[in-house]
């Protein structure tokens, strides 16, 4: 059983930057992708980013320029670096995994996550 813990999310001034941080254990060798979702009023749960194991990405547009994600393959971990955030992005984030593959071609393709961490909150405040 995959298992994925997230950072503490915290507090953030509207502008500013933060990190989020997951880790994966348990059968992390399974794992093909890993990526960053929110809870938001719509469309509720939102993908935001997701990292493929031979590292190809993709985003949701409206994040794409702001957001990046990464992974350290050694430490079976996965961030997402946001900047410029602003308030209406304040909301629950989780990490998720799959055992596939998400992207082909930059393309997001797959979006049923297998394994979820149970979330952090992320407050941005005006």
């Known amino acids: 059983q995959v298992q994925l813990a997230e950072s503490v999310g915290g507090s953030v001034q509207a502008g500013g930057s933060r990190r989020l941080v997951c880790a994966a254990s348990g059968f992390s060798s399974s794992v093909h992708c890993m990526g960053w979702?929110?809870?938001v009023p719509w469309p509720e749960r939102e993908g935001l980013a997701v990292i493929d194991s031979d590292g190809g990405?993709?985003?949701?547009?409206r994040v794409q320029v702001r957001f990046t994600i990464a992974k350290d393959n050694a430490k079976n971990t996965v961030y997402l670096q946001m900047n410029s955030l602003k308030p209406e992005v304040t909301a629950m984030y989780y990490c998720a995994a799959a055992g596939v593959s998400c992207t082909s071609d930059g393309i997001w393709i797959h979006y049923d996550m297998e394994y979820w961490g149970k979330g952090t909150l992320v407050t941005i405040s005006s």
């Open positions: 990405t993709s985003y949701v547009d």
């Open positions: 979702f929110h809870l």
